[in-house]
Structures are given as structure tokens and as C-alpha cells.
């Protein structure tokens, strides 16, 4: 298996802040990667694909970077629908897994 | 719109067959680009694959499950199915179906039902 693991596992932060949440993969992944936001009691929802690619519909204070082993999701510009859980999962091997999650708080 | 839904006893005992369906609608079932998935969601936990069944009736599962579950498909229905054997308390999770869609530019989950809880308890 591919081990996801994300860190921090939660942080608090204000609207307006920057915030940038990191995923390591147990092995290389190349760009499969994939972000998503939950918000509680919601199925998750795709932010980014391919470590870089906003979906259509997403805002572009979203963004992703990375490659290999290590990729990151920036927010920029917190807004308040935007306090979530996100998880990145990787979809190189098709048993597909998913970091354990962060959760963003408000501050 | 795809849409999927999931439905199923949200009340399972303790040994017992778990037991889910997912209906599609909106969109075409048979397709090369779709994988047809079950992912889980224990309370106050992360998300885990669960696995996954192509059209053709071809299934991949997560090895931790493995022999316990079988997943299988219904095209004339535009449903699929997520069977678990011998449930245990750490069975109880929201389980979600969703759509893998696969692209050249990327793989990705794109559409999710709106997810189940299922409890094993006695």
C-alpha cells in the first residue's frame, strides 16, 4: 500500500490568513494526486486533480503544487467557507488511499 | 447531473452481511472512464477505500478488506452493490459510493452520494 500522510492534522487560522497543508506519499506518485474538502455531515468534494489542476467551479484561492513524494495545498485567502476537512488521495496504485486528514479551524 | 444514491439497513448485528446499494442516475454506467466505487468513513475518522467495480464486472479491493467484501454491479439497473461479510463494530462508518473517473490529465473522484451510516451493533 501507499501510505498518505498528511500534516498538520489541524490548525486554526483567521479569514484572510494563508494557510498551506502538506501531504507525503510512502513512495513516489509522480503528479497523482488529488485534493478534496468535506465540510461536516458531506460527502468530499474535488478541489484539485493531478497535484496542480483546479476543478471547474473551484476558486482559484485553491492551489496545489508538488510532485514525487511531497505536495501541498495552499489556500490563500481564507474565507469562511472554507473551515473543512481536507484530505489529499493518491491515485497511482488503484488501491487507492487517503491522507488521515486536516481540519481547519477558525481562530 | 450524475447522482448517486445510496440505500441500505442503517442497522447491521454483530457477524452479520452488510449490504448497500448505489443508484445512478444522470449519466451512462458503462463507460471506460468510470470505476465504480465504496469508500467509508468511521465517526470522527478519515476516509478509506473500500473498493471498486469497472462495468465489465472487473473489481479491485482494498487488501485490509479483501476477503470480506465483495462489490458487484447491475448495468441494466444503473446500480451497483457493496456486500461486507462478518461485520464488527469497526464496520460502523458512513459508507459513500462514488464515481473514480479516469482522464488523461487526471484521475479523480468526481461525483459522491450523499453517504449512509451504518451501525453494527446488536
Known amino acids: 500500500d501507499i501510505q498518505m500522510t498528511q500534516s498538520p492534522s489541524s490548525l486554526s487560522a483567521s479569514v484572510g490568513d494563508r494557510i498551506t497543508i502538506s501531504c507525503r506519499a510512502s513512495?513516489?506518485?509522480?503528479?497523482?494526486l488529488n485534493w478534496y474538502q468535506q465540510k461536516p455531515g458531506k460527502a468530499p468534494k474535488i478541489l484539485i486533480f493531478?497535484?496542480?489542476n483546479l476543478q471547474s467551479g473551484v476558486p482559484s484561492r485553491f492551489s496545489g503544487s508538488g510532485s514525487g513524494t511531497d505536495f501541498t495545498l495552499t489556500i490563500s485567502g481564507l474565507q469562511p467557507e472554507d473551515f473543512a476537512s481536507y484530505y489529499c488521495?493518491?491515485?497511482?496504485?488503484?488501491?487507492?488511499?487517503f491522507g488521515q486528514g486536516t481540519k481547519v479551524e477558525i481562530k | 447531473q450524475v447522482q448517486l444514491q445510496e440505500s441500505g439497513p442503517g442497522l447491521v448485528k454483530p457477524s452479520e452481511t452488510l449490504s448497500l446499494t448505489c443508484s445512478v442516475s444522470?449519466?451512462?454506467?458503462?463507460?471506460?472512464?468510470?470505476?465504480w466505487s465504496w469508500v467509508r468513513q468511521a465517526p470522527g475518522k478519515g476516509l478509506e477505500f473500500i473498493g471498486y467495480?469497472?462495468?465489465?464486472?472487473?473489481?479491485n479491493y482494498n487488501p485490509a478488506l479483501n476477503s470480506r467484501v465483495t462489490i458487484s454491479m447491475d448495468t441494466s439497473k444503473s446500480q451497483f452493490f457493496l456486500k461486507v461479510n462478518s461485520v464488527t463494530a469497526a464496520d460502523t462508518a458512513v459508507y459513500f459510493c462514488a464515481r473514480f473517473m479516469t482522464m488523461i490529465v487526471g484521475d479523480y473522484f468526481d461525483y459522491w452520494g450523499q453517504g449512509i451510516l451504518v451501525t453494527v451493533s446488536s
Open positions: 488521495q493518491q491515485s497511482y496504485r488503484t488501491h487507492w488511499t
Open positions: 493531478a497535484a496542480s
Open positions: 444522470g449519466g451512462s454506467v458503462s463507460s471506460n472512464s468510470y470505476y
Open positions: 467495480v469497472f462495468y465489465t464486472g472487473t473489481t
Open positions: 513512495q513516489s506518485i509522480s503528479r497523482y
